[in-house]
T-cell receptor, first 117, second 114 residues
């Protein structure tokens, strides 16, 4: 079974530029998550999709971050404009069940390492 | 609100010795607990989880974890550590009474010396 795919793996941009990350979840996984992992910290949930609908985006900085999952499969996360503090690893994860399956395991992609200069 | 604490930033252990990585949690409902491992420049890999039932959970690569409700702990253990176990370990919790958001601890770096 193929894992969660993410691209690019690394990205360096200057502040105030825009950037986009792409995620392809495990086939058949209905739920998709985007996490931000700042160096030395645990991952923090940014947004959760159930198919193509948003379940939780309470921690997404909506003035600069946006995400979509138009066809319920792939997803993109965008930052515009980027700030220095956005330097982090952006992790995508997916799981099979619909919301409410609290014992469900999330499977993570390799992440995109973003450096904002 | 749910939370997770990993009190040790780093754990050093000699190869062949037992390894323990500590985790305590706080939830209002039933806890669902997870351990993940992260190798350099890699994503998180699932090790094991506790949902219900037996308090001792066995997972990948010889790891196990013990759920202790009275101490609100879920420590990760391995009887005999390998150099290849050197990595960053994350404990995570999902509160059964608060949706299915997963909250991670700050991570513990494990260094196994030959």
């Amino acid at each position: 079974e193929a894992g969660v795919a993410q691209s690019p793996r690394y990205k360096i941009i200057e502040k105030r530029q825009s950037v986009a990350f792409w995620c392809n979840p495990i086939s058949g996984h209905a739920t998709l998550y985007w996490y931000q992992q700042i160096l030395g910290q645990g991952p923090k949930l940014l947004i959760q999709f159930q198919n193509n609908g948003v379940v939780d985006d309470s921690q997404l900085p909506k003035d600069r971050f946006s995400a979509e999952r138009l066809k319920g499969v792939d997803s993109t996360l965008k930052i515009q404009p980027a700030k220095l503090e956005d330097s982090a690893v952006y992790l995508c994860a997916s799981s099979t069940r619909m919301g409410g399956a609290r014992g469900e395991t999330q499977y993570f992609g390799p992440g995109t390492r973003l450096l904002v200069l | 609100a749910q939370s997770v604490a990993q009190p040790e930033d780093q754990v050093n252990v000699a190869e062949g010795n037992p390894l323990t990585v500590k985790c305590t949690y706080s939830v209002s409902g039933n806890p669902y607990l997870f351990w993940y491992v992260q190798y350099p420049n890699r994503g998180l890999q699932f090790l094991l989880k506790y949902i219900t039932g037996d308090n001792l959970v066995k997972g990948s690569y010889g790891f196990e974890a013990e759920f202790n409700k009275s101490q609100t702990s879920f420590h990760l253990k391995k009887p005999s550590a390998l150099v290849s176990d050197s990595a960053l370990y994350f404990c995570a919790v999902r509160d059964g009474a608060a949706g299915n958001k997963l909250t991670f601890g700050g991570g513990t770096r494990v260094l196994v010396k030959p």
